[in-house]
């Protein structure tokens, strides 16, 4: 088991806990805004950190 946090449960349960696959552009996208969002001022790629 792991545990999560409340806003994490709520994203599982949206998705009925098989979430969506996106293309590398997309997640890519979605990693530069959650860097953002939590103050991670480095490159992030789905191949790593930059």
């Known amino acids: 088991m792991i545990p999560v946090i409340g ?3 709520s994203i ?3 998705y009925n806990f098989v979430l969506p696959v996106y293309s ?3 997640y890519n996208s ?3 805004k959650i860097a953002a969002e939590v103050g991670i001022r ?3 790629t ?3 950190v930059l």
Do not use: I, R, T, Y
Request: glycine share 6%.
């Open 7 to 9: 806003k994490v449960w």
């Open 12 to 14: 599982l349960k949206k």
């Open 24 to 26: 590398n552009q997309k």
């Open 30 to 32: 979605a990693l530069k």
């Open 42 to 44: 480095k490159k992030l």
């Open 46 to 48: 789905s191949k790593g």
